[in-house]
């Protein structure tokens, strides 16, 4: 992973190939859908690989309306003492049908939070990446 420098800038804007290194090194992010015209979010685990985003899911709206509506956005963010990042990432999400797919998902070690049927994997394609970080105010 990079670290850029201190600019003495309060944000700075992360190149596609950071914010893809920074999206890299967590494992939360937050899934936004659009279920019957309203925007609604999601937390889920997540993986990365080849500067696509892979989660699972359960049956139920977040999976249909998937289904129904593929675009999407993903954020994730990382906060600490003196900085922080975000990124948001605006996707296509496709849901893995073939099993090698499935088996090149689980080697990345991406497993549920809760013991609950999550046998759908989800695959987002990004086509828009925006990233910042924060030097945050001293308190």
Do not use: C
């Not at 190149?15 to 936004?32: H, I, M, P």
């Amino acid at each position: 992973m990079s670290d850029s420098p201190n600019t003495g800038e309060p944000t700075t804007v992360l190149s596609d190939e950071e914010s893809w290194e920074l999206l890299a090194t967590e494992k939360v992010g937050r899934l936004v859908v659009v279920v019957d015209g309203y925007p609604e979010i999601y937390p889920v685990n997540y993986a990365v690989r080849d500067r696509k985003v892979y989660f699972r899911s359960a049956e139920g709206s977040k999976l249909a309306e998937l289904t129904v509506y593929p675009q999407v956005a993903f954020q994730v963010d990382h906060i600490e003492a003196n900085d922080a990042w975000s990124v948001v990432i605006h996707a296509r999400a496709h849901i893995l049908q073939h099993f090698s797919d499935v088996q090149a998902v689980d080697a990345l070690g991406l497993t549920p939070w809760v013991p609950d049927s999550k046998f759908n994997y989800v695959e987002l394609i990004a086509s828009e990446t925006a990233g910042r970080r924060f030097s945050l105010v001293e308190h």
